[in-house]
């Protein structure tokens, strides 16, 4: 059965199936600009992919070190920078914002 098919059979639609879908920078507000800005500074990295879907944003960074330790001040930085989540792995952070 093709993935179409399926879809129908279990009543779900295409947009249902995806979660989120890749934007550029200039797809985001500026408040979100601003935030992703902050992001990449506080990394010391470079932007990889921005997705925007029905959970927020997430963005995906290829920060400049691949080992990442953190004292207690930058838990704190990254705090008042307003993120969801942090998830690391290897050289990339994504965060949910």
Do not use: P, Y
């Amino acid at each position: 059965m093709k993935l179409k098919e399926l879809l129908k059979v279990k009543n779900i639609s295409e947009a249902k199936l995806n979660e989120a879908s890749e934007i550029e920078f200039k797809e985001l507000d500026s408040t979100k600009q601003k935030q992703v800005q902050q992001f990449v500074k506080f990394f010391g990295g470079k932007i990889n992919t921005i997705w925007d879907g029905i959970h927020g944003n997430i963005v995906d960074i290829k920060m400049s070190e691949k080992n990442w330790r953190m004292d207690t001040q930058d838990l704190k930085d990254l705090i008042s920078l307003k993120i969801r989540w942090i998830e690391f792995d290897n050289q990339t952070v994504s965060i949910g914002f």
